[in-house]
């Protein structure tokens, strides 16, 4: 597996601002998505993180809204922009591992979760 | 929007005895992962489950597949407290590595 690190942990913002959250592995992967999580919900894919190129969103997730960076294998950050409280929720990274057989399904794994509060 | 529902919603046993959810989805497969979240925190992959494959195990973990009928079961066996989490079923369509979670199960363990 690998060890996959996300900051802040948590955060209160308010309402028309933007946080940026990173996410950090310690070994390269090939794929790196991003999560939502609203409250008691389940997870909800925002994007897939691209290295060197544009993320591919999802639909009903726009860049504007919610843009990432990855600027190598082992890093992303997903910005909540102009936040509202329905952004209040649980963002979460995933990684598929690089190394693994060659397969294009293999386990993801994912970030401990960063809980944001907007009010 | 979900690929997956599962159910139950909620399931409340005592330490000690089986635990069973229950997953379904809509389309096609490659393949299908269970995880466990405890507390709103991140996920914790326990098993994936191939489409040309039946049934794994995995320590106290029993999952089957049949996709003749696009359904997936999650069996802990002996339960413990520490059980005590959300459940989520994840499928992944043919290509893209893309996860779709169902509505996740939330098992409570009383000791």
């Known amino acids: 597996s690998a060890v996959i690190s996300q900051k802040p942990s948590r955060d209160i913002c308010q309402r028309g601002t933007s946080l940026t959250i990173q996410c950090q592995v310690d070994?390269?992967?090939?794929?790196m998505f991003w999560y939502r999580q609203q409250p008691g919900q389940s997870l909800t894919l925002i994007a897939t993180?691209?290295?060197?190129?544009?993320?591919?969103?999802e639909s009903g997730f726009v860049i504007d809204k919610f843009p990432i960076s990855r600027p190598n294998l082992t890093f992303s950050t997903l910005t909540v922009s102009n936040m509202s409280p329905e952004d209040s929720s649980i963002y979460l990274c995933?990684?598929?591992?690089?190394?693994?057989?060659?397969?294009?399904?293999?386990?993801?794994?994912f970030g401990p979760g960063t809980r944001l509060t907007v009010l | 929007s979900q690929q997956g529902e599962e159910d139950p919603q909620a399931l409340s046993i005592q330490e000690g005895e089986n635990a069973t959810m229950n997953c379904s989805y809509k389309?096609?497969?490659?393949?299908l992962q269970w995880y466990r979240q405890n507390s709103g925190r991140g996920l914790v992959h326990l098993i994936l489950?191939?489409?040309?494959?039946r049934e794994k195990h995995s320590g106290r973990l029993r999952v089957t597949l049949d996709t003749s009928k696009k359904s997936s079961s999650l069996l802990i066996t002996a339960s413990r407290a520490a059980d005590t989490a959300s459940y989520f079923c994840?499928?992944?369509?043919?290509?893209?590595?893309?996860?779709?979670f169902g509505g996740g199960t939330r098992v409570l363990v009383k000791p």
């Open positions: 995933s990684v598929v591992l690089a190394g693994f057989h060659s397969a294009a399904w293999d386990e993801q794994f």
């Open positions: 070994s390269q992967v090939t794929m």
């Open positions: 993180a691209n290295q060197g190129s544009e993320a591919t969103y």
């Open positions: 389309t096609s497969i490659n393949n």
């Open positions: 489950i191939r489409s040309n494959e």
């Open positions: 994840a499928t992944v369509k043919a290509a893209g590595n893309k996860l779709t």
